[in-house]
């Protein structure tokens, strides 16, 4: 049985929680095999003739504990355990640590309060990137894998909607349009020209942390991240 995951931090997610559910079943495990995947499978056209040439490895019961050990730390209450499965042997999965390096950034950052992401989606809107499809759909130009669509528009919002926001022109109706209704989200994101404010300005240059304006309310994997639980990422942990 083989496996295909996109390299991806959310399919390799999807990989480590599979391995950690078949733990428990080695007679499943001796059955599977891993695709290294170092490509967007989606982009693959139908008629491409390599895929025998993806590197295939046969899943190990050690393989499955350095799975398990990521997708266990991810669920945890903190994010400690996810920086600390960083030093072990996960050369397995060559694709895994990176992936998880990706998520461990995407925690506010000492200084701006900002994930990855989030920085990088204000450094875009400051360039003059008004509108928000090349924020939704050019990966190429946002740099970062990690949420899809969804999440970037509900990252926009947090970035729009705070007391102290940090961008300005997004649509106001997102403010009471039902999540669930997409195609009307999606038009007034469409409607969105984008700016950056003064206080978004200030946060850019380093003079500012958004942390310390705005509520923070999200989680990161098993870690439910407030004003007053706020694991920042700087090359390292630490809490404020």
């Given amino acids: 049985m083989e496996l ?10 999807q990989l480590a929680c599979l391995l950690d559910h078949v733990r428990s ?3 499943t495990v001796a059955k599977l095999e891993l695709r ?19 590197p295939l490895v046969k899943v190990r019961p050690a393989h499955v504990e350095a799975a398990s050990k990521v997708w266990r730390a991810y669920r945890a209450s903190t994010p400690e355990a996810s920086f600390d499965v960083l030093q072990h042997d996960l050369s397995a999965f060559p694709l895994l640590r ?4 990706d998520l461990l950034q995407e925690l506010p950052w000492s200084g701006s309060g ?4 989030e920085m990088r989606l204000l450094e875009l809107i400051g360039a003059g990137f008004m509108g928000t499809n090349t924020l939704f759909y050019l990966r190429g130009f946002r740099q970062r894998g990690v949420f899809n669509d969804k999440e970037i528009g509900t990252l926009l919002e947090g970035l729009a909607h705070g007391p102290q926001p940090a961008i300005a022109g997004l649509d106001d109706e997102l403010r009471v349009i039902d999540p669930e209704n997409r195609r009307a989200r999606v038009e007034a994101y469409r ?12 946060v850019l240059a380093g003079g500012e942390d958004l942390s310390r304006h705005n509520p923070i309310d999200r989680w990161w994997g098993g870690t439910h991240l407030t004003n007053d639980n706020l694991w920042r990422w700087n090359l390292a942990l630490t809490k404020s």
């Fill in 4 to 13: 295909w995951f996109d390299p991806d931090p959310n399919d390799q997610l």
């Fill in 25 to 27: 079943h080695p007679e």
């Fill in 36 to 54: 290294l995947v170092g490509f967007d499978l989606m982009m693959i056209e139908p008629t491409w003739k390599g895929w025998s040439e993806v």
């Fill in 98 to 101: 990176p992936a998880l390096l």
């Fill in 114 to 117: 900002l994930g990855a992401t």
């Fill in 191 to 202: 409607r969105s020209r984008l700016t950056v404010t003064e206080f978004g300005k200030a």
